[in-house]
């Protein structure tokens, strides 16, 4: 089946430590995103991608960077940077047919924590 | 700029009541709208979406109608079940660019 994987679904990080996060796709989308979740709130752009080796910054970017070598992959790295990381984060993507009809399609998402 | 307001929650329904979440949005042009679904510890997962004016979405007893006249896309079910406590989140994008604009969600809760 068609799908999204985020990868891990718990992640630790020290202080001071940077961690990667995992998102690959096999939905053919062009389109990728990044959100982070704070308890009881809605979602917050971090980045998204539109096509491969091109990403454009979100609400919240600062503390976090993207890459974007493969259609399928669009890791996000949490830097040292990033003062408050503790959130579920979320991957999603999107195909470019249908003149913005399409929908987005997420991932089970990651939960990263400070140890 | 584009923005989603919805309905603040929490919202405790019993069994076998109706639902409605208001939904209301601003955009120019002509956006399509979407209601999604999360679960504890799960990602959004796509209810039911509505791409031009007068359009109804539904799925799983749940309907919601493009409403242009008034920029709306209220969520409606008649008779929720327990299965059915969640967070929903109302979303909007526009053809030309590919940002997602989302209400900040309404926690549901059905009591048996």
């Known amino acids: 089946d068609g799908g999204i994987t985020q990868s891990p679904k718990y992640l630790f990080r020290k202080e001071g430590q940077n961690v990667t996060l995992s998102c690959e796709q096999n939905?053919?989308?062009?389109?990728m995103y990044w959100y982070r979740q704070d308890p009881g709130q809605g979602l917050r752009l971090i980045y998204y991608?539109?096509?491969?080796?091109?990403?454009q910054k979100g609400d919240i970017a600062e503390g976090y960077s993207v890459s974007r070598e493969k259609k399928e992959s669009f890791p996000l790295t949490v830097t040292s940077a990033q003062k408050n990381p503790t959130a579920f984060y979320l991957c999603?993507?999107?195909?470019?047919?249908?003149?913005?009809?399409?929908?987005?399609?997420f991932g089970d998402g990651t939960r990263l924590s400070i140890l | 700029g584009d923005s989603v307001t919805q309905m603040e929650g929490p919202v405790t329904l019993s069994e076998e009541a109706f639902l409605t979440i208001n939904c209301t949005y601003t955009?120019?042009?002509?956006?399509?709208l979407f209601w999604y679904v999360q679960y504890p510890g799960e990602g959004l997962q796509l209810l039911l979406k509505?791409?031009?004016?007068?359009d109804k979405g539904s799925n799983k007893g749940f309907e919601a109608t493009y409403r242009k006249e008034t920029t709306s896309f209220h969520l409606e079910k008649g008779s929720v079940q327990v299965s059915d406590s969640a967070v929903y989140f109302c979303?909007?994008?526009?053809?030309?660019?590919?940002?997602?604009?989302f209400g900040t969600g309404t926690s549901l809760t059905v009591i048996p």
């Open positions: 999603a993507s999107k195909s470019d047919a249908g003149q913005g009809t399409q929908p987005q399609h």
């Open positions: 939905l053919n989308h062009d389109a």
């Open positions: 991608s539109q096509i491969v080796n091109d990403f």
């Open positions: 955009a120019t042009g002509y956006p399509s």
């Open positions: 509505a791409t031009k004016a007068d």
């Open positions: 979303a909007l994008t526009r053809g030309g660019g590919n940002q997602f604009y």
